[in-house]
């Protein structure tokens, strides 16, 4: 998700922008920075790492759910393809049994039979090749599945941690503690949809 990515890092620069104009301000006061806009910086800083391994998780389970989706696609297709070979085999015996009951000699009809309890073993095979290809197509599908669900968690932390790295930047722009405080949360929050995402995984 890079787009993701790089709203985070647009946030951060926003944030260091604003950490640097508070430490000139403060420079020109005469007063250091405060201990709590240290750990502001520190906090941002720890929740803007969290923000882009999510986001590499939330892409790296996105593209698995595509790929699985795509060998479920093929598996269907081979199964669909065992089907129709299924059908003719049936097909093909029932002519060839109708072939040998109409024969005028006995060879002819021996012959004809012959080939009907060839194409009805081949149909056998064929039902079995196509019935292992639609469990291949249900295990597939539901890995795929598992795999979103877990993008949307990640994705969700994601989305979360951003918002936290942008109420950090208003705390350390409007020097309000409890806005940061807010941060925290919303960075605990996010951390929630990380923590979840990693015990799907």
Sequence with gaps: ??????????LKDKLE???????????????GPTPWTMWLSLSTAVIAVLAAIASLEAGA???????????????????????????????KAVVYATQA????????????QGEAERERSAQRGRKDEA?????????????????????HQFAKSVTVFQVSIALAAIAA???????????LAAGGAGAAFFALGILLH
């Excluded at 998700?1 to 647009?10: D, F, S, V």
């Excluded at 009951?101 to 004809?112: F, I, M, N, V």
């Excluded at 019935?131 to 993008?151: F, I, P, S, T």
């Design 1 to 10: 998700m890079p787009e993701e990515a790089l709203e985070t890092q647009e």
């Design 173 to 183: 722009l409007t020097r309000r503690k409890p806005m940061w405080w807010v941060s």
């Design 101 to 112: 009951e109409g024969a005028s000699r006995p060879e002819l009809a021996a012959k004809w």
């Design 61 to 91: 389970n996105a593209n698995d759910a595509i790929v699985r989706k795509d060998d479920a696609i093929l598996h269907q297709a081979k199964a669909d393809d065992a089907w129709a070979h299924y059908q003719a085999a049936g097909i």
């Design 17 to 31: 922008e604003a950490g640097e104009a508070s430490e000139a301000e403060e420079e020109r006061n005469g007063r």
């Design 131 to 151: 019935e292992a290809e639609e469990v291949r197509v249900d295990e597939m599908d539901e890995k795929a599945a598992h795999n979103l669900h877990v993008h």
